[in-house]
């Protein structure tokens, strides 16, 4: 029931998200329901974009290429997108269950249910348990502000097998903590993400830096704190990239938008 | 003429390589081209499989999982991966179309025909050229040794319009020189891999390092030399990590086989 909502939820996300961009986008027809079938001749090139963005080699962009809306919204909700989801948790629950417990002096205080004597922690962006947070748009901040986006159920899994497996899950996000601070937190405990050990939002101190010193910046200190960053996720290149990125990165999937 | 042969030598040597996997799984029937037919059932796992490994999320594989073989052959020989090649040389030449001609005293010798002040490199994986030098096995450092590889159009390409825009282009492969030295050469030059500055292979010295080391190390020497890496292209990530990487890095699509 909670699985079928949030998928609609899903899917009205991606169809909005997709309508805010090809009105962007001149020339082309209305974005409407009507005429969202994937145009065949265009899913190769698309394909070959997807693949790119994946792999760093596309970086920079703003819009997904007018002709690949209707590719990629068949890709978001057309099962593709949850399958790779869900392949990708299932590597990073695979690399986890490999993590030998070790006893070298880093914050012992930090015992887990795992029974390592050594603290883990396993940062995950906040954005990436949802699919409604694009970058910038003003609209999709007031969104945010509503507290309503649902989780992305393969991550929300992957959440709670991390904080069940003992690991300190911290919630790195580039949103801006006073104007979306306990938005964040009540929309994260209304779709179930509960446990973690801290959400760092960007405090003003940060505002203008790049994604990529940002984040640097904040697993320095949790590495000055004594943490072992065992696993970083992210959906943006930018948050896996520059200093202190943890023994293991996995990027997810986001072929809608692009956090420089 | 030259590229349709290119083409069977290609599409000969998927066949060649994947038969050599299959022998490795038990129980798969023969692997003959009567039953290379894709499996429609297995095709979004291995697409799942093929994204994950070109983000970097499925690391250390040694084989194409055996349920993704005839996938595999479908994309290498069925057009995709010839789509995807152009549609990553494109971004390649249109970020060098991009580069601006600066003076800061980087080697003023190494004028161009950009009429860039400063020297440039363009490093290219040698193994990127071919389809034919999978890691390790014996029976293809044998191949190597013939010095038969096809070159990949798209690469031979790239390549050339390097070189005719003014760039030195560094060729650097993990093969031994002492062993492979001359058939590596040879091989290039038959396959029209003229005009590069430079080509840099395993020494003795380096015996036995990890990839990254070692192409961290031959980096650091040419940008001790004065050299400017404006860009960094190879088809495994330990070609793209470790140190002195360049200004940008570009992955090139391989589903085949996995450097550590």
């Known amino acids: 029931m909670f699985s079928t909502m949030a998928q609609r939820l899903q899917e009205l996300m991606v169809l909005f998200f997709l309508a805010i961009f090809s009105k962007a986008v001149a020339g082309l027809k209305p974005y409407t329901r009507a005429n969202l079938m994937p145009d065949a001749a265009n899913n190769n090139y698309c394909l070959s974009w997807r693949l790119a963005v994946e792999a760093n080699n596309v970086r920079g962009w703003r819009t997904v290429p007018a002709q690949c ?13 949850d399958r790779d989801l869900e392949f990708i948790t299932q590597q990073i629950w695979s690399y986890v269950s490999g993590i030998v ?3 070298d002096g880093w914050m012992p205080g930090f015992l887990t249910l795992m029974t390592l004597a050594s603290p883990m922690s396993f940062t995950i962006r906040e954005r990436d348990m949802g699919t409604c947070d694009p970058y910038d748009p003003a609209g999709f901040k007031a969104w945010a502000l509503m507290g309503g986006c649902p989780a992305i159920p393969a991550v929300l899994r992957l959440f709670l097998d991390l904080v069940e497996g003992g690991f300190k899950v911290f919630l790195v996000t580039g949103r801006d903590q006073e104007s979306l601070g306990q938005a964040t937190a009540d929309n994260l405990h209304n779709q179930g993400f509960i446990g973690y050990e801290r959400l760092i939002l960007r405090t003003a101190s940060y505002k203008g830096q790049s994604a990529v010193k940002y984040k640097s910046d904040i697993r320095k ?19 896996l990239q520059g200093e202190f990125l943890g023994n293991r990165t996995f990027k ?9």
Chains 1, 2 share one sequence.
């Open 69 to 81: 809306l209707r590719y990629i919204e068949a890709y978001m909700i057309g099962g593709q997108y």
């Open 101 to 103: 417990p070790s006893s």
């Open 221 to 239: 200190q949790l590495v000055e704190e004594g943490y072992r960053i065992w696993g970083n996720v992210g959906d943006q290149w930018s948050d």
């Open 252 to 260: 997810l999937p986001n072929p809608m938008y692009f956090v420089p």
